[in-house]
């Protein structure tokens, strides 16, 4: 028997807004955050953390798995540099210049992942708010296998320095 045209619709329904949630707005930051470390200064908006090294971009959800692509960005990069030219290696920028947030991926294998690619100075914990449960969130960091000192930067210390924020 068919299932129900209702049933069809809401399933095409939800499997349409769990592409864009995970795939397409992942995908399309993604491919921003290459075009400005990757193009160099041949291209409008390219070499943009060579010109302006003290530079922060934030990223969230987890770096939109980023911090795992680190090593293909400069393999393939190596191999089709296309006549441009960066001060340093593409993955650099990954942790240097572009730091993540954890919102929306409550995921201690990711966590520590990101920590292990791009280092604990480069990870802030977040709420994908409203999106995901806050509960879920706080209970996921104060779980996470985490060192006290990796916890701290992690939870506040990173938002303090790089946002300034003095909560003295």
Not at 64 to 83: I, K, M, N, T, V
Not at 89 to 112: K, Q
Request: aromatic content about 8%.
């Amino acid at each position: 028997m068919p299932a129900h045209p209702c049933r069809l619709h809401a399933l095409c329904a939800l499997s349409a807004l769990l592409v864009v949630a995970t795939l397409t707005a992942a995908a399309d930051e993604a491919t921003h955050v290459h075009q400005v470390v990757a193009t160099g200064d041949a291209a409008p908006g390219g070499g943009v953390f060579d010109r302006f090294p003290r530079l922060k971009v934030i990223l969230g959800h987890m770096g939109e798995g980023l911090p795992f692509q680190r090593w293909r960005f400069d393999s393939r990069f190596a191999a089709y540099p296309h006549g441009l030219t960066l001060q340093r290696a593409p993955s650099e920028y990954i942790g240097r210049n572009i730091v993540i947030t954890t919102s929306g991926v409550c995921s201690p294998a990711a966590l520590a992942g990101a920590i292990a690619e791009m280092g604990a100075e480069a990870v802030m914990f977040s709420v994908d708010y409203p999106y995901e449960s806050t509960a879920v969130a706080a209970d996921f960091i104060e779980a996470a296998p985490l060192e006290e000192r990796t916890r701290a930067l992690v939870c506040h210390g990173n938002a303090e320095r790089l946002l300034k924020l003095d909560l003295a």
